[in-house]
């Protein structure tokens, strides 16, 4: 009676172990998609915003000198791509934390084994390309839009 019992003792710290090794996977998971994703996403804001200052800047320097209206419209007209690249940027950041949340949440149904939670863990995997997409779609265009900015004020500089 006493080796069933110490068995079934062995098979429940050996369940509980594996859960909260499973649990420690998964927080340092989570912690480490969740820092990878939003140095990523900075990068794309920083990105845009510093052009966005570096042409003001220099708008600056030569405002008043001469032919610098004609230049400074020129140059002007890349803002645009930098101002949409860092809102792109923020929209992306935004789709990630959902994203994230939904992740997370399948995650923590994942320790537990309840019928109900396949169910609801099924409408998660769901919803989460609903928010999978756009945030890799606005990060995407936030760095193709920074290319197409600096292509533009490279383009003006030259002539």
Known sequence: MDSEYEI??????????????????VLNSDTAAVSIGLAA?????????????????????????????????KIVASLPYFLMGAVSGAGSNGFAYFYQSIVTEVAT????????????KKKLHALRHCF?????????????LFV???IKAISVLSN
């Open 132 to 144: 999978l997409w756009p945030m890799t779609a606005t990060a995407t265009s936030s760095l193709i």
């Open 8 to 25: 079934e003792l062995k098979r429940y710290e050996l369940k509980q172990n594996r859960w909260q090794a499973q649990l420690a996977y």
């Open 41 to 73: 996403l900075k990068t794309f804001i920083i990105l845009n915003a510093g052009a966005i200052i570096s042409i003001m800047a220099f708008v600056g320097q030569v405002w008043g000198g001469e032919g610098a209206n004609l230049l400074i419209n």
């Open 148 to 150: 197409f900015g600096a």
């Open 109 to 120: 149904l994942n320790l537990e084994e309840d019928s109900e939670n396949d169910k609801r």
